[in-house]
């Protein structure tokens, strides 16, 4: 299996100095592609690690499986270039994706073809409800605490990465990748194994809130999200409807909330509406 960088040769210019030759690492990107039964469902570019977990999170966010116990088998298998993940679902899963599934003929008798219509796209997402709080100085504690986990992207320079916090515990788990969604995916599949409550905690996120990713994160219960950049102006809608605390723009010197505020304790910095910034 690949790794998930690769030494290559380059050269080095610099204003100061005459060009000099070396060697970068450079973040993998192949071809994954995601087949139930045999059949293609999707192919994303991605980072070729933890490819379990990718298998389990993409499958949780999809609406594909409900819990790790739907999928009864995973097989990883090189194929033109990329990776293929092959799962096998249990009965009551297995009858449910055929039911839903969306593709053309193709190599194996069905090919994707994508949603089906823009709608499909902007499918309601699932509502979280929790009484978690947080208080702006945890906020801080988990952005802070990222890029020290982030070893593929010290490496490479070229890596999103995922992460979910718990108070008391700090940083859990940190999953990185070439695509942000899959990072998240990532993240989502390690913790849907370990039995992880992601209710529990927030999720922090390297990239710009997109709506794909609240969508994700709604699919997996998870009630904060919290960003280094800002949300698109779907992604607040989505959270909002979903009742996710969405933070962005999340630095030293402080963030802004977008939606549902009522998870952060800012008792001690005075009142606060959303997307002010908390300083």
């Known amino acids: 299996m690949s790794a998930a960088s690769r030494r290559v040769p380059s050269i080095g210019v610099r204003h100061d100095r005459g060009p000099l030759t070396r060697e970068r690492a450079l973040a993998e990107e192949v071809p994954i592609a995601f087949a139930y039964h045999g059949c293609s469902y999707a192919v994303m570019m991605g980072t070729p690690d933890n490819l379990t977990d990718f298998a389990y999170g993409f499958s949780l966010t999809e609406g594909v499986i409900?819990?790790?116990?739907?999928?009864?088998?995973?097989?990883?298998?090189?194929?033109?270039?990329?990776?293929?993940?092959?799962?096998?679902?249990?009965a009551e899963r297995r009858d449910a994706f055929w039911e839903r599934r969306r593709y053309l003929a193709g190599p194996v008798g069905c090919g994707l073809c994508g949603l089906d219509s823009v709608?499909?796209?902007?499918?309601?997402?699932?509502?979280?409800?929790?009484?978690?709080?947080?208080?702006?100085?945890?906020?801080?504690?988990?952005?802070?605490?990222?890029?020290?986990?982030?070893?593929?992207?010290?490496?490479?320079?070229?890596?999103?990465?995922?992460?979910f916090w718990r108070k008391g515990a700090?940083?859990?788990?940190?999953?990185?990748?070439?695509?942000?969604?899959n990072a998240l995916d990532k993240l989502i599949g390690a913790l849907l194994r370990q039995g992880t409550n992601l209710a529990d905690g927030m999720i922090v996120l390297t990239s710009r809130i997109s709506v794909e990713l609240v969508q994700k994160a709604a699919a997996a219960g998870a009630p904060l999200l919290v960003a280094v950049s800002a949300p698109t102006a779907l992604a607040a809608r989505t959270a909002e409807a979903a009742g996710i605390t969405l933070v962005g723009v999340a630095r030293g010197d402080g963030f802004e909330i977008f939606t549902h505020p009522r998870r952060l304790a800012l008792d001690t910095l005075g009142s606060c509406k959303p997307a002010v910034r908390v300083a």
């Open 66 to 90: 409900a819990s790790p116990a739907d999928i009864e088998q995973l097989r990883v298998r090189p194929a033109d270039g990329g990776l293929v993940l092959n799962m096998l679902l249990s």
């Open 119 to 163: 709608a499909q796209a902007l499918r309601p997402c699932r509502t979280v409800t929790t009484d978690l709080q947080v208080s702006p100085g945890d906020v801080a504690e988990a952005v802070s605490a990222l890029p020290r986990q982030q070893a593929l992207n010290r490496e490479t320079r070229a890596a999103h990465a995922a992460a």
């Open 170 to 181: 700090g940083l859990l788990e940190i999953r990185e990748d070439v695509g942000r969604h």
